[in-house]
């Protein structure tokens, strides 16, 4: 079964694309997104993000970065991570505006706010599809070395997804079977758009 994947992060654009990135390379049919109102990167201090609108393309933002400060930016791990952005995708994309015609069959999200904001989203569309989707919570710390483990941990639920018939059939068992194998919760919801 060939399934179309979402990535779906808040506004830093690291655990969705993480996970893009690995599903990408593994062949999968994956797109990502932000639910924040703008993409937001660690700057020098907490108090001072470095903030983007959506559809500034990655390439602009580790340019610009790399003028700021190109060593903290190095060292805090952000450049190397716009590279990889930028390998994957031209731009962020934020869910809200630019998942409207997306026909995603699964939808990943790495924190259970988001989790919550897709869902009402969806909830809140009109329904001119009326598709079944699947909404899958695996909560990630937002870090360069857990969001590599959250998106291998996805790349294995998504071969779970793909080796099943119906993956409506069986979801309840590949849950349980992914929750004892790795201990960790999932949320998860049936929705549709």
């Known amino acids: 079964m060939k399934l179309r994947y979402a990535m779906v992060c ?16 593994e062949g999968f049919d994956v797109s990502s ?21 959506f559809g500034t393309p990655y390439k602009q933002m580790y340019d610009d970065l790399r003028r700021k400060d190109a060593d903290l930016y190095k060292r805090n791990g952000i450049l190397p991570m ?3 952005n930028y390998s994957v995708k031209t731009a962020p994309q934020r869910w809200q505006e630019n998942a409207v015609d997306g026909r995603f069959d699964v939808i990943f999200t ?10 009402e989203d969806l ?37 779970e997804l ?15 079977l992914f929750e004892q194998q790795h201990n960790r919760k999932l949320l998860y919801s049936i929705s549709f758009y």
């Not at 808040?10 to 390379?25: D, I």
């Not at 695996?138 to 790349?155: F, R, S």
């Open 10 to 25: 808040s506004s830093n654009q690291n655990r969705s694309m993480e996970a893009h990135s690995l599903l990408k390379r």
């Open 33 to 53: 997104y932000g639910t924040g109102a703008h993409v937001k990167l660690p700057g020098p201090s907490l108090r001072e993000p470095n903030v983007y609108e």
């Open 162 to 176: 793909e080796s099943v018939d119906c993956w409506e059939d069986s979801i309840d068992d590949i849950v349980i």
């Open 123 to 159: 909830n809140n569309r009109r329904q001119p599809l009326v598709r079944t989707v699947l909404i899958i919570n695996l909560e990630v710390k937002d870090n360069h070395e857990e969001a590599a483990i959250g998106a291998k941990l996805t790349l294995d639920l998504c071969q």
């Open 110 to 119: 790495f924190e259970e706010k988001v989790f919550d904001t897709v869902i």
């Open 82 to 84: 716009l590279k990889r």
